[in-house]
C-alpha cells in the first residue's frame, strides 16, 4: 500500500528557506507511471500546486511561484524534496506531497505538515 | 493560466438531498477534471478523474459530468458523512489549478 510522509521544521523564519522531505513507501518514485507532487493549503483557505517531479529529473512548478521553488529527489532513499527560499508569513501553510499518474490528479496524499513562518 | 471558479462557495442541505456543485474552466480543458472531497481536519481524497470517471472505493452517489468549459460534481442523497469542502482541479497542462472550493453542510 502507498504511503507518503512528509517531514521537516514547523517553523520558519521570514527570508529564510522552507525545506521538506516525502519519504514514500509502497511504491519507487523511479517508477515510470508516476509523478510525485507538492501542493500547500493555507490556513482555512484552498489548495494551491505548488510543483511535479518525475523520475528522470524533468520537473514542472508553479509560475507564482518558479523563481523560489525547488524540487529534487534522492533514489536511493526514496525520498523527493521540497525546497521554497525567501519565505514571508504568506507561505505559511499545511503542506502535502502526493502521488499522481501520468494524468496530473492525487490519487495519494501524504497526511501534511504544518509549516509557520514566524520570527 | 487557466482559472477555476466554482459555485456556490458554500451550500446546506438535508439529507437524501440531491446536491449539485458546478466549476467552471476560463478555457477549455477537455475532460481533464478531478474532484476531491477534504473532509474537516483532513487530507483531501479523490472522488472522479476524467471529469466522470469515479475513483475506487468512492460511494455511488457521487457522479461527475461536463467537458469543455463546464463541469458537474452532484451527490445523489447527501449523508451526514458526505459534510466536507469539495474543490475541482484541471489537469490538462502545467500549471495545475484547484477550485475555491465549495463547503457543504448539513441543514
Known amino acids: 500500500q502507498l504511503q507518503l510522509q512528509e517531514s521537516g521544521p514547523g517553523l520558519v523564519k521570514p527570508s529564510e528557506t522552507l525545506s521538506l522531505a516525502c519519504t514514500v513507501s509502497g511504491a519507487s518514485i523511479s517508477s515510470q507511471t508516476s509523478y510525485w507532487g507538492w501542493i500547500r493549503q493555507p490556513p482555512g483557505k484552498g489548495l494551491e500546486w505548488i510543483g511535479t517531479?518525475?523520475?528522470?529529473?524533468?520537473?514542472n512548478y508553479n509560475p507564482s511561484l518558479k523563481s523560489r521553488v525547488t524540487i529534487s529527489a534522492d533514489t536511493s532513499k526514496n525520498q523527493f524534496f521540497l525546497n521554497l527560499n525567501s519565505v514571508t508569513a504568506a507561505d505559511t501553510a499545511i503542506y502535502y506531497c502526493g502521488r499522481s499518474p501520468s494524468t496530473w490528479y492525487y490519487t495519494s496524499w501524504g497526511q501534511g505538515t504544518l509549516v509557520t513562518v514566524s520570527s | 493560466d487557466i482559472q477555476m471558479t466554482q459555485s456556490p462557495s458554500s451550500l446546506s442541505a438535508s439529507v437524501g438531498d440531491r446536491v449539485t456543485i458546478a466549476c467552471r474552466a476560463s478555457q477549455g480543458i477537455s475532460k481533464s477534471l478531478a474532484w476531491y472531497q477534504q473532509k474537516p481536519g483532513k487530507v483531501p481524497n479523490l472522488l472522479l478523474y476524467?471529469?466522470?470517471t469515479l475513483q475506487s472505493g468512492v460511494p455511488s452517489r457521487f457522479s461527475g459530468s461536463g467537458s469543455g468549459t463546464d463541469f458537474t460534481l452532484t451527490i445523489s442523497g447527501l449523508q451526514p458523512e458526505d459534510v466536507a469542502t469539495y474543490y475541482c482541479q484541471r489537469y490538462d497542462s502545467a500549471p495545475l489549478t484547484f477550485g475555491g472550493g465549495t463547503k457543504v453542510e448539513i441543514k
Open positions: 476524467a471529469a466522470s
Open positions: 517531479f518525475y523520475y528522470t529529473g524533468t520537473t
